[in-house]
C-alpha cells in the first residue's frame, strides 16, 4: 500500500466508489467524525506536483487519495491544475440523492496558460453546500478553529497514453469525454 505506514490486514485494497469517498470518507471528515479505517490522510496539494505524491498520499495501484482544504490556488512548484469541463453530482446507489460532487482536472507543466497539458488527472470531490453547513447550523456561536466543512478528497493518477492496458479504473463517460477535448475550438456542431 506504499509508504504510508497503515497498519491493514494483508490483502486489502482500497478501490471506493464515488459514493464511498463523499459518503463513508468526506462525511464524515467534515463532521470531525473518526473514519474507519483511517487510511487517507490530510495533505496540502498545491506545493507538491502530481509525481511527487508517492509516499506522501495513500497510494493503491496507480492512483493517489488524499483529504486537502478547499482553494482556488491550484498552482505549484512545475506546473498548475486547470479544470474540466463541468461538475458531475455524485449521488447515492440506494435512493439516488445527490450527496457531493465530483470535479475533473488536469496537470499542466510550466506556466498558466500556455503550459503543456500531461497526462495526470485529478478527481476533486466536494460535499455539497447544504450538507456541509448542515453540520454548523447546530453549533450556538462560531468556533475560532479551521472549519472543516471545506475539506475535499482528491484522487490522483496518471493517464496511460496505452489504452489497452486496463490498470483497473473504469471511467465514466463523462470522463472519457472530458479526457478527449483539449481545445473547445476544435468541436464543430451540426448544421
Not at 467534515?30 to 497510494?59: M, Q, S
Not at 455524485?90 to 500531461?118: A, C, I, Q
Amino acid at each position: 500500500m506504499g509508504d504510508n505506514n497503515v497498519n491493514l490486514p494483508p490483502g486489502f485494497r482500497f478501490y471506493p466508489t464515488d459514493e464511498e469517498l463523499v459518503v463513508h470518507f468526506l462525511q464524515r471528515k467534515a463532521a470531525l467524525l473518526p473514519c474507519h479505517p483511517d487510511v487517507i490522510p490530510d495533505l496540502d496539494l498545491y506545493p507538491y506536483d502530481p509525481w511527487e505524491l508517492h509516499g506522501r498520499a495513500l497510494a493503491e495501484g496507480k492512483q493517489w487519495y488524499y483529504y486537502s482544504r478547499r482553494t482556488q490556488n491550484r498552482v505549484t512548484s512545475n506546473g498548475y491544475w486547470t479544470p474540466m469541463g463541468m461538475d458531475e453530482a455524485v449521488v447515492t446507489s440506494s435512493s439516488n440523492k445527490r450527496v457531493g460532487m465530483k470535479k475533473h482536472y488536469v496537470f499542466h507543466l510550466g506556466e498558466g496558460p500556455d503550459g503543456n497539458r500531461t497526462n495526470w488527472i485529478m478527481h476533486e470531490y466536494r460535499l455539497l453546500d447544504s450538507a456541509s453547513s448542515s453540520s454548523r447550523s447546530s453549533r450556538r456561536k462560531p468556533q475560532p478553529k479551521l472549519d472543516h466543512s471545506k475539506w475535499v478528497i482528491c484522487r490522483v493518477y496518471e493517464r496511460d497514453n496505452d489504452n489497452d492496458d486496463d490498470d483497473g479504473t473504469e471511467l465514466s463517460c463523462l470522463d472519457e469525454v472530458f479526457l478527449s477535448l483539449d481545445d473547445l475550438d476544435e468541436i464543430s456542431l451540426p448544421n
